[in-house]
């Protein structure tokens, strides 16, 4: 006779508050607002104004948890005595629309408050997985001669963060880096089902987001997990397939219903794979801008081609109307095919063709399988180089830049030439800049690095903008394309920091 599980704990959020102790390393799941077991962290936060317990906790999260929209995530634990530490692969970096705050998160880091350190979401996720498996880290080439490079910055948000968790390991005279994070206590993590025996399913949510490889992190190395969930079901009814985390890996199930999907959906079974909507499109573009670059991107997609797409612009590519025949899109949270969600929604897709776990999908990027990435851009260096992460007052983070970066063949940068305040009008087939960005973009000395050119020559670099078209050669960035109406010295060379080469 097969012997029947044992039952596992139901508790209350402020119950399963107590089983994180003091300078406990907790791992968290989410991204922005998809995945966030947002009433264990209130959870937490209370037990630690009540009592002054948990403090010097250790977060490692490998996207961002929670936005600027309603779900707080981790800013419920922003305060120094509280959190100690983060390791993260992105960052919130949006402010409220209703009083234009920043996060806690980034107002702590910004002023140096809390130790931070920044790596590739990919990294983050299968460091994770080494540590699970018991293995002395992840060696890659994910972060090399980027800011991630402990010769550079070593991940580090600022100076009073010491240097931890990455060292250069030459391999056979070639360099990779270890990333080595410490062993998990407590995971905090978010399904949509749990049966009586704590099996989890996420058939309600957009993305995987990990959470398998967040559970066995813990439980692994002696460590507990507490999973989140909308609802309770009986033993054995959950399909097999369908378990994301199974019952022997879970200690503890807290029940809150009614907690977002996503930022700003309270359910959307299209984007959770549920359904499939009768009508694919998502808004029109209405910004003129984003509709001149993705114009002159989508003529660049290969036909057949796999094409992950980042956050911002590239995201509306799926639904434009003159795409190539065969092209496929993916995105770095699991997504494969269907229209990505923009704005703080990205992360899943509608009418996805195949949802896979985002570990998985970051083994199918760092080992090449994406064709061609389409990208924003920040600021862009002499030789190509692209900083991403840091901005004048906000810290986004690299998130699955430096991953996607690091092996796929052809990348599109797809962005204005200038920011703040631009204005352009495209009428009568012609581009008038009206007013013209207060910040220049394509600099001498950007920020940071998190994508380096020079370790990177092999690859096709292409910046599509709301004015030109440049492509790098040979360490230089030259201009291909002047779209009709612009005027080359003034609103091209002029309002760049460094010489630009014209074909």
Do not use: W
């Amino acid at each position: 006779m097969i012997p029947r599980p044992s039952n596992v704990n139901i508790l209350t959020a402020d119950a399963a508050a107590e089983l994180v102790g003091p300078a406990s390393v907790i791992t968290i799941s989410g991204a922005a607002g998809n995945l966030v077991p947002d009433a264990l962290l209130r959870a937490i936060r209370r037990r630690f104004d009540a009592h002054g317990t948990p403090h010097g906790l250790i977060a490692i999260c490998p996207v961002a948890v929670g936005d600027v929209s309603g779900i707080p995530g981790l800013d419920h634990l922003a305060t120094p005595r509280l959190l100690s530490t983060i390791v993260c692969g992105s960052y919130v970096y949006g402010r409220r629309a209703d009083t234009g705050e920043e996060p806690e998160i980034t107002k702590l880091v910004l002023g140096g408050e809390i130790e931070a350190y920044n790596f590739g979401i990919g990294v983050v996720y299968n460091a994770l997985r080494e540590t699970a498996a018991n293995r002395p880290g992840l060696i890659t080439r994910v972060g090399l001669g980027t800011f991630q490079d402990p010769r550079q910055r070593g991940g580090r948000l600022h100076e009073a963060t010491p240097p931890r968790f990455v060292t250069v390991c030459p391999i056979d005279g070639e360099e990779f880096l270890r990333y080595q994070l410490p062993a998990v206590d407590v995971a905090l993590l978010r399904g949509s089902t749990a049966d009586e025996f704590g099996n989890i399913s996420i058939e309600r949510e957009p993305i995987d987001g990990g959470v398998f490889v967040q559970a066995l992190a813990a439980h692994n190395r002696g460590g507990r997990v507490i999973v989140q969930v909308e609802r309770l079901t009986e033993g054995h009814s959950l399909p097999a397939r369908s378990v994301v985390i199974p019952g022997v890996l879970v200690d503890a199930v807290v029940v809150a219903p009614g907690e977002k999907q996503a930022t700003g959906i309270q359910y959307d079974p299209y984007l959770s794979g549920e359904l499939k909507a009768p009508d694919r499109s998502v808004d029109g573009l209405l910004d003129p801008i984003e509709q001149a670059i993705l114009d002159r991107a989508v003529g660049r997609l290969p036909a057949d081609g796999l094409v992950i797409l980042g956050f911002g612009i590239p995201s509306r590519l799926p639904d434009h109307p003159r795409l190539p025949e065969g092209v496929r899109f993916c995105v770095e949270h699991g997504a494969i095919g269907g229209s990505p969600a923009v704005g703080l929604e990205f992360g899943g897709a509608r009418n996805a063709e195949a949802l896979i776990d985002s570990p998985s999908m970051f083994d199918l990027i760092d080992g090449g399988g994406c064709d061609v990435a389409c990208l924003g851009f920040s600021e862009v260096s002499r030789d190509g180089s692209v900083n991403v992460s840091r901005l004048p007052s906000a810290i986004p983070g690299s998130g699955g830049f430096t991953n996607i970066t690091a092996a796929t063949r052809d990348i599109i940068y797809c962005g204005s030439f200038t920011a703040g305040g631009l204005k352009v009008d495209y009428s009568g087939g012609e581009v008038h800049i009206v007013t013209e960005g207060r910040h220049k973009k394509f600099v001498r000395a950007p920020r940071e690095i998190t994508y380096n050119s020079s370790l990177n020559p092999s690859q096709r670099v292409t910046f599509v903008t709301d004015r030109c078209i440049i492509e790098r050669r040979s360490q230089r960035l030259v201009v291909t394309t002047v779209y009709p109406g612009v005027d080359l010295e003034r609103d091209i060379l002029a309002q760049s920091e460094f010489e630009l080469d014209v074909e």
